[in-house]
């Protein structure tokens, strides 16, 4: 391990009609996120490093791109092998992690400010690029139709928990030269929050930044208040393809925030070893963050752990077990430790509809995440392994984030919480209902769910045994109808 990474340290009830919902007052539940549940220590993730610097040493990666490997081994010290992989020495790793940025920031079109990696407050994204919709009308699964992309623009739009829109699926009603400008003129037609897309290449890329531009004022300004983020990683095992090396440096040079991280598969195209896969996935990221940091040092850049484990038994992702989150906690882990900023998975489910699985998973997931001590989290809406985008999903994982952050916040200890001058008040009198300290508190000490039932179940039976589901499509129509 090289001195300079050794020396890194860690950065860092009632009824719930639509009337009833108007009629909550607000809560906070952005307040800072006071818990975290690391799964590896910081000399274990600094061992983990050690690993990723000897493979990117003693093995190195594939580079398809001919101009950026030329430009590493002719200008930057490294050396290509007799195979054609590129060898990156550790010096080099240290000085590209010395440039990163400590931050990455998002803003929406208005130029506040949405995220903010160094927040205690986790933010929220959904997934994107399924290959199927899950119509919450019918019921049906089809390919997806630009007009999908508008109602998922207008659903994150009006979530209070999604800060940053994606688009779930793809549109296949338009002509492939046309998709990435109509899809990101769509979604920016229905919601002024950021957009995290996949462009595919460095031509579709440039095309969805010029969008967002012309709706700013330009690149300089999009580029002073980003409201995008550009989707790319490796292609494990150890390759960096020539869209991923273009889309960086495309990125980098104009100040646009990419993320780099690989979909890695254990026991498939890495090691089936926690710790093994993750020294190569960061191996991988560091890679791509060594192409863009030489391109534009300081530019933002974002890494991540998208550790997929695989159901051996029917060959899928199983996005809903405990291993996506064991690798999504432990990549943050790792890379709080070198100082990478960093996002993780969460919100998705193995599932085929929104049923008591997907709740299951979803609900777990998302409250590790927020446990986790990264500021982003992406993938909700995901259903069947991440093949299919789900309105209905996104809902509930609006829901759940509340939930989740109620948690996360813990347990405030201080004179005036523990509140024996409460006690002397209210106790011989039973009086601390209307107690000042439970009137100014009500609303921050408990969680109130938009949806979640909370009702006695006779009166519950009597209003209609209305389920989570139909509450669900009831807000679905609500916010669709009314955009």
């Known amino acids: ?10 950065r860092r009830g009632g009824r719930n009609t639509a009337l009833d919902r108007q009629a909550q007052p607000a809560q906070d539940l952005r307040r800072q996120q ?19 610097l000897r493979i990117l040493e003693e093995i190195g990666v594939q580079i398809d791109d001919e101009a950026t490997r030329k430009d590493l081994l002719e200008n930057h010290g490294c050396r290509q092998d007799e195979d054609g992989y590129v060898r990156i020495p550790a010096s080099r790793v240290d000085h ?18 949405v995220v903010d990696t160094t927040s205690e407050r986790p933010a929220y994204c959904a997934g994107h690029n399924c290959v199927n919709i899950l119509d919450h009308r019918t019921g ?23 800060d940053v829109a994606c688009s779930l699926g793809y549109p296949t009603d338009v002509p492939p030269e046309e998709e990435a400008r109509r899809s990101v003129n769509t979604m920016m037609d229905n919601t002024v929050k950021p957009i995290a897309f996949t462009a595919h290449d ?130 943050t882990d790792y890379y ?32 590790l995440a927020s446990l986790a001590g990264t500021a982003f989290i992406h993938n909700l809406g995901f259903l069947s392994s991440g093949r299919t985008g789900s309105l209905e999903m996104l809902v509930l994982c609006d829901e759940l984030i509340g939930w989740s952050a109620r948690f996360a916040q813990g347990i405030e200890v201080t004179e005036e919480t523990i509140g024996v001058e409460v006690v ?51 807000r679905l129509a609500e916010i669709l109808d009314a955009a």
């Not at 709080?336 to 998973?361: F, T």
């Open 1 to 10: 391990m090289s001195e300079q990474s050794s020396r890194r340290g860690k």
């Open 34 to 52: 006071n818990l975290r549940l690391p799964v590896i220590s910081h000399d274990d993730a600094m061992a983990i490093h050690n690993g990723a």
């Open 96 to 113: 590209a992690l010395s440039s990163v940025p400590d931050k990455v920031e998002l803003f929406d079109r208005n130029g506040q400010r």
């Open 140 to 162: 049906d699964l089809r390919p997806g139709v630009l007009q999908d992309l508008a109602n998922t623009a207008k659903t994150c739009e009006a979530l209070p928990h999604i």
């Open 202 to 331: 460095e031509i579709k890329a440039e095309a969805i930044w010029d969008s967002m531009a012309e709706r700013l004022g330009g690149w300089q300004a999009l580029g002073d208040k980003p409201c995008g983020l550009d989707l790319t990683g490796p292609v494990s095992p150890l390759k960096l393809g020539d869209e991923l090396c273009r889309r960086l440096q495309l990125g980098a040079r104009n100040n646009l925030p990419v993320v780099c991280y690989p979909a890695i598969f254990p026991g498939m195209a890495g090691p089936i070893t926690m710790a093994g896969v993750l020294a190569q996935s960061a191996a991988e990221t560091l890679a791509g963050v060594v192409v863009h940091q030489i391109a534009a040092p300081g530019a933002p850049v974002l890494a991540g752990s998208s550790v997929l484990p695989m159901d051996m038994k029917s060959a899928t992702i199983a996005y809903g077990g405990p291993e996506y989150m064991l690798g999504n906690l432990g990549g």
């Open 336 to 367: 709080n430790a070198i100082g990478l900023p960093s996002w993780i998975g969460a919100g998705c489910s193995d599932s085929h509809c929104v049923d008591a699985q997907a709740a299951a998973e979803v609900g777990a997931n998302l409250a």
């Open 424 to 474: 002397k008040r209210a106790a011989k009198d039973n009086s601390y209902l209307t107690d000042n300290h439970t009137t100014e508190r009500y609303l921050t000490e408990s969680w109130y769910p938009p949806l979640s039932e909370r009702s006695d179940a006779m009166f519950w039976k009597e209003d209609g045994s209305v389920t989570m589901q139909d509450k669900i499509r009831t």
